[in-house]
């Protein structure tokens, strides 16, 4: 089994940061892409930031230039740095990440989400 657990969410005003990050553990062979997706009430869930597991990126037109991912492929882990938080930001942020387990299966496992709250 593969389990990811996410950590660093909570409250911050307007204009400022918060670190997420999203550690992989189990029987993990490889991590293809990892990325980070939030949801934010009564709207779908969408795509934040994702990494390769080469190091390329890609960001929601919303976040670029405020958030930026990065990945420590040897811990299995995946971050998120959020800068310049507007109150649009508020939602569930969500880690995922394209798994090989040992038994050579590949799906996608997700975190059980952590709340980021920013207010105006």
């Known amino acids: 089994q593969v389990r990811l657990v996410e950590s660093g969410g909570g409250l911050v005003q307007a204009g400022g940061s918060l670190r997420l990050s999203c550690a992989g553990s189990?029987?993990?062979?490889?991590?293809?892409?990892m990325g980070w997706y939030r949801q934010a009430p009564g709207k779908q869930r969408e795509l934040v930031a994702r990494i390769s597991s080469s190091g390329s990126t890609n960001y929601a037109d919303s976040v670029k230039g405020r958030f930026t991912i990065s990945r420590d492929n040897a811990k299995n882990m995946v971050t998120l740095q959020m800068n310049s938080l507007k109150p649009e930001d508020t939602a569930v942020y969500y880690c995922?990440?394209?798994?090989?387990?040992?038994?050579?299966?590949?799906?996608?496992?997700w975190g059980q989400g952590t709340q980021v709250t920013v207010s105006s």
């Open positions: 995922s990440a394209l798994v090989t387990t040992m038994d050579l299966s590949i799906q996608d496992y």
């Open positions: 189990g029987s993990i062979l490889s991590i293809n892409r």
